[in-house]
């Protein structure tokens, strides 16, 4: 891999580790949403676990999770739950539109195309719960 693409696959694995962090997070909170919790949780863990094969494959060292993450304000309710898995899916989206943007090998590209679209999606359901608008982001993961 070209350097900038380890770093941006490196930067999309530490939003995944972030990601399951949050969703651990916000499960005592969202109590009446637990199915969905688990699967965006299992759907991040998966993600995490195939990213960082990726990166032992292409003889990379995958960088470990940090002990824990700052929420974007404190979680003590439902709302600042969503709100936090907003702001996860979102960096998740921006991180692997950075993958998008930096590597022209087309099995990464596919890779992190899913996990944008993917995150995306969870995304626009979580901004809906939380009654945001607009419900959906025209350019998920663009600056601005």
Known sequence: MQPTTHDAVQDALAAEHAAVWTYGLVSAFLQQQAADVAEGANAHRA???ATERW????GQQPEPPAPAYLPPEPVDSASSAVAALVVAENDA???WRGVLERTDDAALRRTALDALTVSAV???RWRKVAGLTP???AM???AG
């Open 93 to 95: 989206c921006a991180a």
């Open 135 to 137: 419900v959906s982001i």
């Open 55 to 58: 990166l032992r494959d292409a």
């Open 122 to 124: 969870r995304a626009t």
């Open 140 to 142: 998920p993961g663009a």
């Open 47 to 49: 993600r995490r676990d």
